[in-house]
């Protein structure tokens, strides 16, 4: 069982920059692929971004946040971050972490929430125009 902690959301204006971070359990957590993704008020869970082990650390980002947003991980304090930058009131949802750890056998792609075994309770980002 992997446990996810997301941190970091909050109330930002316009143009302004966040970064969220998300603590997971294990002691493999080298060998996850991680992901982010967003919800909207009304509207169904997003891909947001991916750092995927199995392609040797590759990022992968939605084109909507292609630019500003920066994916990234540090093995040894178990952490994914996403950095936001130039935040726009359309970025305003529920940014949620995933996990999928290398001994999944869960099929898909990295785009998609079946692909991911494990899932963070959620922090929220408000983006003020």
């Known amino acids: 069982q992997v446990q996810l902690v997301e941190s970091g959301g909050g109330l930002v204006q316009a143009g302004g920059s966040l970064r969220l971070s998300c603590a997971a359990s294990g002691r493999t957590f080298s060998m996850y692929d991680m992901g982010w993704f967003r919800q909207a008020p009304g509207k169904g869970r997003d891909f947001v971004a991916a750092?995927?082990?199995?392609?040797?650390?590759?990022?992968y980002y939605a084109d909507a946040v292609k630019g500003r947003f920066t994916i990234s991980r540090d093995n040894d304090k178990n952490t994914v971050y996403l950095q936001m930058n130039s935040l726009k009131p359309e970025d305003t949802a529920d940014y949620y972490c995933?996990?999928?750890?290398?001994?999944?056998?869960?099929?898909?792609?990295?785009?998609?929430?079946?692909?991911?075994?494990?899932w963070g309770q959620g922090t929220q980002v408000t983006v003020s125009s």
């Open positions: 995933a996990a999928r750890p290398y001994y999944s056998s869960t099929g898909g792609y990295y785009y998609n929430q079946g692909y991911f075994d494990y």
């Open positions: 750092i995927i082990w199995r392609d040797n650390g590759a990022a």
